[in-house]
């Protein structure tokens, strides 16, 4: 398989090699689609929690008494039929929404994420990302003058001055292979790929 490398004003300069194992397999929308949706759920703390009608605020006084008054009959007003009254089936704080993905489908499914950017023309190599200082606008300036907007970097190192002069951007990311998820690959337009992280990528999904 092989990828455009780009220069500094981001156009293609050259062709470099790259693994197909990582860069070269079929697309397997299911398995993509799950590994997105797990990555998406583990995120979730599940901290959310409702009331059910013990531990709604009410009284336990008879609203009315049982009969003769034509109404239906009530006990309390912490019934769930009531307005203000608790849940029937509450969301507890210790609702677990992970879902469970094998390393082989996750390596897989990377791959795959990887693979179709390839054939898009989302995916492109380029030398190296660096800055000389830690200053947002000249990084800016020069995805600018590469005629990028929404791109997420991976690079096989980053210094401090590149995370501090990237971390202010909207829509750039910076971040080393082992960092790399599936919905960040999925959300950014482009996706820009260091040498060295080409070889970083190949021993983590190959």
Do not use: C
């Not at 092989?2 to 299911?30: C, M």
């Not at 469970?100 to 990887?114: D, L, P, Q, S, T």
């Not at 005629?147 to 991976?154: F, K, M, R, T």
């Amino acid at each position: 398989m092989e990828l455009e490398l780009l220069n500094e004003q981001g156009q293609a300069a050259s062709k470099v090699d790259a693994p197909d194992t990582v860069f070269g397999r079929d697309y397997n929308e299911a398995l993509v689609h799950q590994v997105v949706v797990a990555y998406q759920a583990n995120a979730r703390q599940g901290t959310r929690a409702q009331k059910d009608r013990q531990t709604v605020k009410h009284s336990t006084k008879k609203p009315w008494r049982q009969k003769g008054t034509g109404r239906a009959r009530a006990g309390m007003t912490s019934s769930p039929l009531w307005r203000g009254g608790g849940r029937i089936f509450p969301n507890s704080p210790e609702e677990n929404f992970s879902h469970k993905v094998n390393k082989k489908m996750y390596r897989a499914g990377m791959a795959a994420i990887f693979s179709q950017l390839a054939r898009e023309g989302r995916l492109a190599v380029v030398d190296s990302i660096k800055v000389e200082s830690p200053k947002t606008k000249a990084l800016a300036a020069k995805f600018k003058a590469m005629g990028l907007e929404s791109v997420l970097v991976i690079a096989d190192e980053v210094d401090e001055n590149l995370f501090l002069a990237s971390r202010n951007l909207a829509n750039v990311l910076v971040i080393e292979p082992r960092y790399a998820d599936p919905l960040s690959l999925v959300f950014y337009k482009k996706v820009l790929v260091t040498k060295g992280a080409i070889e970083k990528l190949k021993e983590m999904l190959a």
